[in-house]
């Protein structure tokens, strides 16, 4: 792609949002693109600004060759933007991370009823015209660019492969948002711990 050539991102084909809210609160969310990292125990609302505690750096800990994660929200007040997001490895003095060790990935939505039944309870027979459904995230999708053409929040999914031979230490990275915006770096600390997950081939488990 040569200097000055857009490429256009396709546009996320998602269920429209079938519950109400008052729409109003985007009135206090300045044009542009906005980012922070969100909890991965949160399922965010896509029609609303993320709500609770957002910040700008996250910490993650790990054992050496553990798989660890967190939640990275962008939302826009209605701003047309193709956004990209990059990584930078982790690495700090001593020991740097093959670059794919991290992994980006949109979080998209899905319609649910949370498998509750007319009366709210999960058991019995249930009327599928009463039981109301709900926009949800859940389908994690490998990639790493994405269009944004009306007021929304997308959640999207950073894990990160620490390697069995990473010494314990304090690592640090980045993960970059790129839009017509400009672009806004959030960083990541890795603490990886003086333990090590065994392969799966030698785990254990009793049900």
């Known amino acids: 792609m040569t200097c000055g050539t857009t490429k256009i991102v396709k546009t996320i084909d998602e269920p429209a949002d079938p519950d109400t809210y008052d729409l109003s609160v985007w009135e206090t969310v300045e044009p542009g693109i906005h980012s922070g990292f969100g909890s991965t125990d949160l399922a965010y609302s896509k029609s609303i600004p993320p709500e609770g505690n957002i910040s700008e750096a996250t910490n993650l800990q790990g054992w050496k060759g553990e798989r660890v994660s967190c939640k990275l929200l962008v939302w826009s007040n209605g701003t047309i933007e193709n956004i ?3 990584t930078k490895s982790f690495g700090n003095s001593d020991y740097s991370f093959d670059k794919n060790s991290t992994s980006i990935s949109l979080v998209k939505y899905v319609l649910t009823d949370q498998f509750l039944n007319e009366n709210s309870g999960a058991c019995g027979p249930r009327d599928n015209d009463k039981v109301p459904v709900h926009l949800t995230p859940d389908i994690i ?23 069995e031979n990473a010494p314990a230490g304090i690592y640090t990275g ?16 890795l603490e990886v711990l003086n333990k090590k997950l065994p392969p799966p081939s030698e785990w254990s488990f009793h049900l």
């Open 84 to 86: 990209r997001i990059k």
């Open 174 to 189: 980045s993960i970059s948002i790129k839009s017509k915006s400009g672009t806004k770096k959030h960083d990541i600390t």
């Open 141 to 163: 999708s490998n990639e790493s660019s994405f269009s944004i053409d009306a007021k929304g929040t997308r959640p999207v999914w950073i894990s990160v492969d620490i390697p």
